[in-house]
């Protein structure tokens, strides 16, 4: 052994003494591609955050997706969607969006002296030169020569704020290079930085010194939960690795850097080039050698796995050792730790088990690239993570997962990993010299505690500290990979999308499935799994019934236990990713399903996406398909699995044909676990498993274009032929699907209500944990209630603290222009506050100067008018004025809503313009009309609430209307929390009426009068999104059906009542007759049914309707004045309404029309909402919102909000949607409109039709 340490080690001195002759020249300033004018490059405007569109030629593939355009910024990057402005990204890396960093920092070129050229390139000459490049960087394989380039040059770029200051860093300035070369699939970025091109290494961002960035970022991915995807850094947080960017190469030559950013058809990856060269060293010494035994690599399957190989290279020592890339799947995955590698630097092979010794050499420090996956809400932690640090070449990805997961080591080589000491300065990486056929993982672990990473766990697990870091485990009750837990016995649903192209038969052309939706539901203690995906054409449905392997791995993951065996779920958790090739006899048709399983999501539900590539066998439509039952043979490793099997199936045509075919299959898992748990993974002893799948179920459901799968599902021995007669393992129990079933002795057994739920087993109901324990979320931190569980969120304003657990405050003001630049900011808990500076009115949000005197608006102009003409002598008119109306002006000079013509005793209601609203004038001895101040609210000189819209925590809340903004009060039950109300929105130059909830997108819709308009916001934050902006006079009622996804609103000035689809598509008049001053209206989707109120003075009345405009009838005419708010009241089919005239609220059964009073002497309400047994109220002369107890027939609360003004809209925002039967799944079949009716649906036309479509009635 000790002879061959010394011969390796003279080995590697031989190597190292012959890599230092191996100094290449550094990369000239003339040497760059040829830039400038006269290159016909175009130029970037001057600035510090100027941005420029350029088109390209050709499409270039970046990180698996096609791109038509780039966008050149003054900060050193290139992104292929339009950048957000500067704060949004700089110093908070990995940013949101996709982009290639080239020098990433604060840069500034709006002295003169710094210029960013760019251009599109295609002349032989510079793709020849690009080709040179790619081919010193991927010596040892085929370069297909590029057909496209783009250029950009940041020249004599300056630090932003340091240009003139008169100091010496105002004349350091910096200069780089990038190059894009690209073909129609592949494309290589080559990134150029001259000898003395860096004079600085960072920029000032947010007051604090940044160091310069260069890397690739893939930004945020995912369909349903957004997360981040691939972030590959060619820099560190070490200085030195940006100012040997200069000085070193992955390319052959000094300061050019060249990586393939777009091929790969499956993985999101980044390859570096792979020729290294060192520069000069000096004073090397000879490093130390340590000894380290290893043991034998044990797994399954080796022609599924490899592995990666050590070739590590450092600054002056070892060159690299040039080895094949196999075209196998790798085996490692990063799915959520920071992953080091150095660019360049390994190859994958097969692992060959066998005994190795290695030499530990400490080098000089090197430039290393770092790949991460980090889940958005941990981008800027501060505190550590499971980290698994290997210096090798990166390696394919799958996607992020929804939460960190564990980070793989190769199964059963086990090797002695020492702790990194704290970074205090550039620390020297120990690298391993081994046999050349040697494949080995170096492993660096940072020592992690549970202390610091308890929260990363689920909520149903605990954290274990080891010896070489911490690991969770599911506590007893649930089972998982203690990343994710779910409830033993807990039925599971899961969500994703499905893509592709599949060729059916002889087809040429393929069928394209686009985010196709996916839902499934299993029950747990039986091993059913359901699978439905929908929107499926017709001429590839009948074809899809033959995958039913495509729910299969659902079925896998949850199927039930037999005795000693462990399903999918319980072994890996919900992370994983699958690949499976399937092959149809005898037509040999061949079909590729990848799936990403991608963990838990905040609704307690698994996420996965799917994507299909190949030919599937030609069926009829019409015809059915019967699966036989089939047994699979999982072969498990460390963190690989492997199976195969071959099912039969006949397919029975319309006509009575049947035919029996053959279909087999092989699939791979590949997943993490967790690398630190000495006792070793819980599937280690489980070497072989095998799954029973029978009582399968397909159909395609043309009628409703959707492809179902239904098996039942068990996982056990595989030789045992014998069926285990328990029924807690046939599946035949009986008890609640809620409920856990335990084996006795013989067939005895027991049901016992899973956690999160309560009853004898057979009956088993959930526990509301939020409504028992009310205050288990803590402080700022609201609960929300789900099926067996709960969830805690912060309030908006606060976020969580590195615990996981404690909401803190958010400083906004440390954000920059939170305020106007004349205002200052206050933060206060939860929220901030902006007030202009003395000399400067507004709200704080836009500030402007004051002065001393305003011009008249044009009420107190007409009222001046009126009164001077008035006083003018009698000799100057022809006759004297008996009476001459005279407007009313507020007190901001503003037209009151309510005018009156003294002298003949009549009033109306007028606009903002003081022009009369039609069918509001009343004649003499009647009361004036209750009319709507269409004003807009000016800007307040005081502090106000943010403008846009900000996230809230999810739970009960009141969201209501005040002129220009919408405020929200939280529910803790039916009482108000006053003083935690808030603003959602702010809209100061709106009159904003009636607001609406859509559960399902949670989303708030409402009309504003002075657009007019519809507009919606969904309030997990973002922008107003205009909805419908046409053809509106005064939009004053709004209703949602958020089963049917339909619009209903009211305009009282064109007396219609219409509806559209949620986007304000396909746009319907249902009503415009016998109609004066329609303005609630309200939705029953349980019966398809629509309600509203007519205010008419002369003939007030509430009516009834079908969804589709049918069955109109009078539900209530007697006994109303001012019907203004109406209700209703999914759960107990109650509608109410609030009568400013009669000052009642009461409610009916329209079934049954069963009328009943709640509370009289109430004063002047405009809307109403019902939650509970409670409704709520505003109120215009109290301007207030009140609350009334339906059961005590009484006000029990009165809420007046800070601003003292009239309130309009109210709503509540439900935790949970109510849950009906939608008559309108997959639009119901309709071609543009599909409007519920009582049992049934109408399919019926927007008004505005392009010819195509079809009406009829089902």
Same mark, same amino acid.
């Given at each position: 052994?000790?002879?061959?340490?010394?011969?390796?080690?003279?080995?590697?001195?031989?190597?190292?003494?012959?890599?230092?002759?191996?100094?290449?020249?550094?990369?000239?300033?003339?040497?760059?591609?040829?830039?400038?004018?006269?290159?016909?490059?175009?130029?970037?405007?001057?600035?510090?955050?100027?941005?420029?569109?350029?088109?390209?030629?050709?499409?270039?593939?970046?990180?698996?997706?096609?791109?038509?355009?780039?966008?050149?910024?003054?900060?050193?990057?290139?992104?292929?969607?339009?950048?957000?402005?500067?704060?949004?990204?700089?110093?908070?890396?990995?940013?949101?969006?996709?982009?290639?960093?080239?020098?990433?920092?604060?840069? +500034?070129?709006?002295?003169?002296?710094?210029?960013?050229?760019?251009?599109? +390139?295609?002349?032989?000459?510079?793709?020849?030169?690009?080709?040179?490049?790619?081919?010193?960087?991927?010596?040892?394989?085929?370069?297909?020569?590029?057909?496209?380039?783009?250029?950009?040059?940041?020249?004599?770029?300056?630090?932003?704020?340091?240009?003139?200051?008169?100091?010496?860093?105002?004349?350091?300035?910096?200069?780089?290079?990038?190059?894009?070369?690209?073909?129609?699939?592949?494309?290589?970025?080559?990134?150029?930085?001259?000898?003395?091109?860096?004079?600085?290494?960072?920029?000032?961002?947010?007051?604090?010194?940044?160091?310069?960035?260069?890397?690739?970022?893939?930004?945020?991915?995912?369909?349903?939960?957004?997360?981040?995807?691939?972030?590959?850094?060619?820099?560190?947080?070490?200085?030195?690795?940006?100012?040997?960017?200069?000085?070193?190469?992955?390319?052959?030559?000094?300061?050019?850097?060249?990586?393939?950013?777009?091929?790969?058809?499956?993985?999101?990856?980044?390859?570096?080039?792979?020729?290294?060269?060192?520069?000069?060293?000096?004073?090397?010494?000879?490093?130390?050698?340590?000894?380290?035994?290893?043991?034998?690599?044990?797994?399954?399957?080796?022609?599924?796995?490899?592995?990666?190989?050590?070739?590590?290279?450092?600054?002056?020592?070892?060159?690299?050792?040039?080895?094949?890339?196999?075209?196998?799947?790798?085996?490692?995955?990063?799915?959520?730790?920071?992953?080091?590698?150095?660019?360049?630097?390994?190859?994958?092979?097969?692992?060959?088990?066998?005994?190795?010794?290695?030499?530990?050499?400490?080098?000089?420090?090197?430039?290393?690239?770092?790949?991460?996956?980090?889940?958005?809400?941990?981008?800027?932690?501060?505190?550590?993570?499971?980290?698994?640090?290997?210096?090798?070449?990166?390696?394919?990805?799958?996607?992020?997962?929804?939460?960190?997961?564990?980070?793989?080591?190769?199964?059963?080589?086990?090797?002695?990993?020492?702790?990194?000491?704290?970074?205090?300065?550039?620390?020297?990486?120990?690298?391993?010299?081994?046999?050349?056929?040697? +494949?080995?993982?170096?492993?660096?672990?940072?020592?992690?505690?549970?202390?610091?990473?308890?929260?990363?766990?689920?909520?149903?697990?605990?954290?274990?500290?080891?010896?070489?870091?911490?690991?969770?485990?599911?506590?007893?009750?649930?089972?998982?990979?203690?990343?994710?837990?779910?409830?033993?016995?807990?039925?599971?649903?899961?969500?994703?999308?499905?893509?592709?192209?599949?060729?059916?038969?002889?087809?040429?052309?393929?069928?394209?499935?686009?985010?196709?939706?996916?839902?499934?539901?299993?029950?747990?203690?039986?091993?059913?799994?359901?699978?439905?995906?929908?929107?499926?054409?017709?001429?590839?449905?009948?074809?899809?019934?033959?995958?039913?392997?495509?729910?299969?791995?659902?079925?896998?993951?949850?199927?039930?236990?037999?005795?000693?065996?462990?399903?999918?779920?319980?072994?890996?958790?919900?992370?994983?990713?699958?690949?499976?090739?399937?092959?149809?006899?005898?037509?040999?048709?061949?079909?590729?399903?990848?799936?990403?399983?991608?963990?838990?999501?905040?609704?307690?539900?698994?996420?996965?996406?799917?994507?299909?590539?190949?030919?599937?066998?030609?069926?009829?439509?019409?015809?059915?398909?019967?699966?036989?039952?089939?047994?699979?043979?999982?072969?498990?490793?460390?963190?690989?699995?492997?199976?195969?099997?071959?099912?039969?199936?006949?397919?029975?045509?319309?006509?009575?044909?049947?035919?029996?075919?053959?279909?087999?299959?092989?699939?791979?898992?590949?997943?993490?676990?967790?690398?630190?748990?000495?006792?070793?993974?819980?599937?280690?002893?489980?070497?072989?498993?095998?799954?029973?799948?029978?009582?399968?179920?397909?159909?395609?459901?043309?009628?409703?274009?959707?492809?179902?799968?239904?098996?039942?599902?068990?996982?056990?021995?595989?030789?045992?032929?014998?069926?285990?007669?328990?029924?807690?393992?046939?599946?035949?129990?009986?008890?609640?699907?809620?409920?856990?079933?335990?084996?006795?002795?013989?067939?005895?057994?027991?049901?016992? /209500?899973?956690?999160?739920?309560?009853?004898?087993?057979?009956?088993?109901?959930?526990?509301?944990?939020?409504?028992?324990?009310?205050?288990?979320?803590?402080?700022?931190?609201?609960?929300?209630?789900?099926?067996?569980?709960?969830?805690?969120?912060?309030?908006?304003?606060?976020?969580?603290?590195?615990?996981?657990?404690? /909401?803190?405050?958010?400083?906004?003001?440390?954000?920059?222009?939170?305020?106007?630049?004349?205002?200052?900011?206050?933060?206060?808990?939860?929220?901030?506050?902006?007030?202009?500076?003395?000399?400067?009115?507004?709200?704080?949000?836009?500030?402007?100067?004051?002065?001393?005197?305003?011009?008249?608006?044009?009420?107190?102009?007409?009222?001046?008018?009126?009164? &001077?003409?008035? +006083?003018?002598?009698?000799?100057?008119?022809?006759?004297?004025?008996?009476?001459?109306?005279?407007?009313?002006?507020?007190?901001?000079?503003?037209?009151?809503?309510?005018?009156?013509?003294?002298?003949?005793?009549?009033?109306?209601?007028?606009?903002?313009?003081?022009?009369?609203?039609?069918?509001?004038?009343?004649?003499?001895?009647?009361?004036?009309?209750?009319?709507?101040?269409? &004003?807009?609210?000016?800007?307040?000189?005081?502090?106000?609430?943010?403008?846009?819209?900000?996230?809230?925590?999810?739970?009960?809340?009141?969201?209501?209307?005040?002129?220009?903004?919408?405020?929200?009060?939280?529910?803790?039950?039916?009482?108000?929390?006053?003083?935690?109300?808030?603003?959602?929105?702010?809209?100061?130059?709106?009159?904003?009426?009636?607001?609406?909830?859509?559960?399902?997108?949670?989303?708030?819709?409402?009309?504003?009068?002075?657009?007019?308009?519809?507009?919606?916001?969904?309030?997990?934050?973002?922008?107003?999104?205009?909805?419908?902006?046409?053809?509106?006079?005064?939009?004053?009622?709004?209703?949602?059906?958020?089963?049917?996804?339909?619009?209903?609103?009211?305009?009282?000035?064109?007396?219609?009542?219409?509806?559209?689809?949620?986007?304000?598509?396909?746009?319907?008049?249902?009503?415009?007759?016998?109609?004066?001053?329609?303005?609630?209206?309200?939705?029953?989707?349980?019966?398809?049914?629509?309600?509203?109120?007519?205010?008419?003075?002369?003939?007030?009345?509430?009516?009834?309707?079908?969804?589709?405009?049918?069955?109109?009838?009078?539900?209530?005419?007697?006994?109303?004045?001012?019907?203004?708010?109406?209700?209703?009241?999914?759960?107990?089919?109650?509608?109410?309404?609030?009568?400013?005239?009669?000052?009642?609220?009461?409610?009916?059964?329209?079934?049954?029309?069963?009328?009943?009073?709640?509370?009289?002497?109430?004063?002047?309400?405009?809307?109403?909402?019902?939650?509970?047994?409670?409704?709520?109220?505003?109120?215009?002369?109290?301007?207030?919102?009140?609350?009334?107890?339906?059961?005590?027939?009484?006000?029990?609360?009165?809420?007046?909000?800070?601003?003292?003004?009239?309130?309009?809209?109210?709503?509540?925002?439900?935790?949970?949607?109510?849950?009906?039967?939608?008559?309108?799944?997959?639009?119901?079949?309709?071609?543009?409109?599909?409007?519920?009716?009582?049992?049934?649906?109408?399919?019926?036309?927007?008004?505005?039709?392009?010819?195509?479509?079809?009406?009829?009635?089902?």
């Amino acid at each position: 052994m000790e002879m061959k340490a010394v011969s390796r080690l003279c080995w590697w001195l031989c190597w190292y003494l012959a890599g230092l002759g191996a100094v290449t020249r550094a990369l000239k300033l003339e040497e760059l591609f040829e830039f400038g004018e006269a290159a016909g490059d175009l130029q970037l405007p001057p600035g510090s955050d100027s941005t420029a569109k350029l088109p390209l030629k050709g499409s270039l593939v970046y990180l698996e997706e096609k791109y038509d355009t780039v966008y050149i910024n003054t900060n050193g990057f290139v992104a292929v969607a339009e950048p957000p402005a500067e704060e949004k990204y700089l110093g908070k890396t990995p940013s949101e969006f996709k982009m290639i960093a080239v020098l990433l920092g604060d840069l +500034d070129n709006s002295d003169g002296q710094g210029k960013v050229y760019f251009r599109h +390139d295609s002349t032989p000459n510079i793709l020849g030169r690009a080709a040179d490049h790619i081919r010193q960087g991927f010596p040892d394989g085929k370069v297909e020569k590029p057909t496209n380039t783009f250029i950009v040059t940041w020249e004599n770029m300056a630090a932003q704020g340091t240009s003139g200051r008169g100091d010496q860093l105002d004349t350091k300035r910096i200069t780089f290079q990038l190059v894009v070369a690209y073909t129609a699939s592949s494309a290589w970025a080559i990134l150029l930085y001259p000898r003395n091109g860096l004079q600085f290494l960072y920029t000032s961002i947010g007051g604090e010194r940044k160091l310069l960035e260069s890397g690739f970022n893939e930004g945020l991915v995912g369909w349903f939960w957004k997360k981040q995807g691939l972030y590959f850094n060619i820099t560190s947080d070490d200085e030195a690795s940006i100012s040997q960017l200069t000085k070193k190469t992955n390319a052959a030559r000094s300061g050019v850097w060249v990586y393939k950013i777009g091929s790969s058809p499956f993985f999101v990856e980044i390859q570096p080039g792979k020729v290294f060269s060192s520069p000069e060293n000096e004073g090397v010494t000879e490093p130390p050698v340590t000894m380290l035994p290893t043991q034998t690599a044990d797994h399954v399957g080796v022609d599924f796995l490899t592995y990666t190989t050590q070739g590590i290279k450092t600054a002056g020592t070892v060159p690299e050792e040039k080895h094949e890339q196999p075209s196998e799947t790798p085996s490692s995955f990063q799915t959520g730790y920071p992953e080091t590698v150095t660019p360049g630097n390994a190859t994958l092979k097969t692992q060959e088990p066998h005994f190795v010794e290695s030499d530990t050499i400490a080098p000089a420090p090197t430039s290393t690239g770092t790949i991460q996956r980090i889940h958005p809400t941990e981008q800027h932690e501060t505190e550590t993570r499971y980290t698994t640090s290997e210096t090798l070449q990166p390696r394919h990805t799958t996607p992020t997962p929804s939460e960190p997961r564990y980070t793989s080591e190769k199964p059963g080589l086990q090797q002695r990993h020492v702790p990194a000491p704290p970074r205090s300065a550039p620390q020297h990486p120990q690298i391993v010299v081994v046999d050349e056929d040697l +494949d080995v993982n170096v492993f660096a672990y940072n020592l992690e505690t549970c202390a610091h990473n308890r929260h990363k766990c689920s909520a149903f697990a605990d954290c274990r500290d080891h010896s070489r870091g911490y690991c969770c485990h599911c506590r007893p009750g649930y089972y998982g990979n203690g990343k994710d837990c779910v409830a033993e016995g807990k039925p599971q649903r899961m969500n994703g999308k499905v893509n592709g192209q599949v060729f059916v038969g002889n087809l040429p052309s393929p069928i394209r499935l686009t985010n196709n939706d996916l839902h499934s539901y299993v029950v747990a203690n039986d091993g059913r799994a359901y699978v439905a995906i929908s929107n499926i054409p017709d001429s590839v449905g009948p074809s899809l019934q033959l995958l039913s392997s495509l729910g299969g791995v659902i079925g896998w993951a949850f199927a039930l236990e037999q005795p000693g065996y462990e399903n999918g779920f319980s072994l890996i958790g919900g992370v994983f990713s699958r690949q499976a090739e399937v092959v149809f006899q005898p037509g040999n048709e061949h079909l590729t399903i990848k799936q990403e399983f991608k963990g838990i999501d905040e609704h307690d539900h698994l996420v996965m996406s799917t994507d299909l590539d190949g030919r599937l066998p030609a069926v009829p439509l019409g015809s059915t398909v019967q699966i036989k039952p089939y047994k699979e043979i999982h072969q498990y490793s460390r963190n690989f699995i492997i199976s195969s099997s071959s099912c039969n199936y006949t397919i029975t045509s319309p006509d009575g044909d049947v035919q029996t075919r053959s279909y087999q299959w092989r699939q791979s898992i590949i997943f993490q676990t967790c690398p630190y748990d000495e006792a070793g993974w819980a599937g280690a002893t489980l070497t072989t498993q095998q799954l029973s799948v029978d009582q399968i179920f397909v159909m395609f459901d043309a009628n409703n274009h959707l492809i179902r799968y239904a098996m039942s599902n068990k996982i056990g021995p595989i030789h045992s032929s014998l069926l285990e007669q328990n029924p807690c393992f046939s599946g035949r129990h009986g008890c609640d699907i809620n409920a856990v079933c335990t084996p006795g002795e013989g067939v005895r057994f027991s049901c016992e /209500c899973t956690a999160g739920f309560a009853g004898d087993g057979r009956y088993c109901h959930d526990i509301d944990e939020c409504r028992e324990t009310p205050s288990v979320c803590g402080p700022n931190a609201v609960c929300s209630n789900q099926p067996g569980s709960l969830r805690c969120e912060c309030s908006a304003g606060f976020v969580f603290a590195s615990d996981g657990k404690t /909401c803190v405050d958010v400083d906004e003001c440390q954000q920059q222009d939170r305020c106007h630049a004349e205002a200052s900011c206050s933060n206060t808990q939860g929220s901030f506050t902006c007030q202009c500076r003395p000399g400067f009115h507004g709200d704080g949000f836009h500030c402007s100067p004051t002065f001393s005197e305003r011009e008249k608006t044009r009420c107190e102009q007409q009222r001046a008018s009126a009164v &001077a003409d008035s +006083d003018v002598p009698f000799s100057f008119r022809p006759r004297p004025t008996v009476g001459r109306y005279v407007p009313r002006c507020d007190e901001r000079g503003a037209y009151e809503p309510t005018q009156c013509h003294q002298s003949i005793g009549q009033c109306w209601c007028v606009d903002a313009n003081g022009q009369e609203v039609p069918n509001t004038r009343t004649g003499p001895h009647s009361s004036p009309p209750l009319c709507i101040d269409q &004003a807009v609210t000016p800007a307040p000189i005081g502090p106000t609430p943010r403008p846009d819209v900000q996230p809230i925590a999810p739970g009960a809340y009141l969201l209501f209307a005040q002129s220009g903004k919408i405020e929200h009060v939280p529910l803790d039950g039916y009482i108000m929390r006053r003083e935690e109300a808030k603003p959602l929105l702010h809209v100061p130059d709106r009159v904003v009426i009636a607001v609406a909830y859509d559960c399902v997108e949670k989303m708030v819709y409402w009309t504003d009068i002075t657009g007019p308009a519809i507009s919606k916001a969904s309030l997990t934050g973002g922008d107003i999104v205009p909805v419908v902006t046409k053809e509106l006079q005064s939009p004053e009622g709004i209703a949602i059906d958020h089963v049917a996804r339909l619009l209903f609103w009211t305009d009282s000035t064109r007396d219609t009542i219409e509806v559209s689809k949620l986007d304000g598509s396909h746009r319907r008049v249902l009503f415009d007759t016998d109609l004066v001053n329609p303005r609630p209206i309200v939705t029953n989707p349980a019966y398809g049914r629509l309600y509203w109120a007519d205010w008419n003075r002369d003939g007030p009345k509430i009516e009834m309707s079908n969804m589709d405009g049918t069955g109109r009838v009078v539900l209530v005419k007697d006994n109303l004045a001012l019907p203004n708010g109406l209700t209703f009241d999914y759960e107990n089919q109650q509608l109410c309404w609030a009568d400013a005239g009669t000052r009642k609220v009461e409610c009916m059964d329209p079934h049954r029309q069963l009328r009943r009073n709640i509370v009289e002497g109430i004063q002047y309400p405009f809307a109403l909402v019902s939650f509970g047994r409670n409704l709520y109220y505003t109120d215009w002369r109290r301007e207030a919102v009140v609350a009334v107890d339906r059961h005590l027939g009484k006000e029990t609360e009165e809420f007046l909000p800070q601003k003292r003004s009239r309130l309009y809209g109210i709503t509540t925002t439900a935790t949970q949607c109510p849950q009906v039967y939608n008559y309108c799944a997959d639009n119901g079949g309709c071609s543009h409109l599909c409007l519920p009716r009582l049992g049934g649906l109408s399919c019926r036309c927007p008004d505005a039709t392009d010819g195509q479509c079809e009406e009829k009635v089902l």
